[in-house]
């Protein structure tokens, strides 16, 4: 079983910058063959998705957080990262780490527990 834990949340001026991490437990190699993401939830609202980056390297980002936002992996760490820069109010939500991959023709996917981003002065 795959486990996601997140770390970096927390209360931030707008403007300002936050860096979430992504820890798994699982080895370089095999983390180096899954498709990473980042989705956020604000209360109220459907879970989004913010920024993935897949095994093979290709990215994506929200329009919203194009710009602003970069997400990178270290596989020897088995982690994943998401530089949150400009940060704004709407950016406030619960941000979760996500995990997916294929195995015959399978499709694994994983989620961390989430951590809390409070954009506000």
């Known amino acids: 079983q795959v486990q996601l834990v997140e770390s970096g949340g927390g209360l931030v001026q707008p403007g300002g910058s936050l860096r979430l991490s992504c820890n798994t437990n699982?080895?370089?190699?095999?983390?180096?063959?899954?498709?990473m993401a980042w989705y956020r939830q604000a209360p109220g609202k459907q879970r989004d998705l913010v920024a993935r980056k897949t095994a093979a390297g290709t990215t994506t980002y929200a329009d919203s957080v194009k710009g602003r936002f970069t997400i990178s992996r270290d596989n020897a760490k088995s982690t994943v990262f998401l530089q949150m820069n400009s940060l704004k109010p709407e950016d406030t939500a619960v941000y979760y780490c996500?995990?997916?991959?294929?195995?015959?023709?399978?499709?694994?996917?994983?989620w961390g527990q989430g951590t809390q981003v409070t954009v506000s002065s």
């Open positions: 996500y995990a997916f991959y294929y195995s015959n023709w399978r499709r694994y996917e994983y």
């Open positions: 699982t080895s370089g190699s095999a983390f180096s063959g899954y498709a």
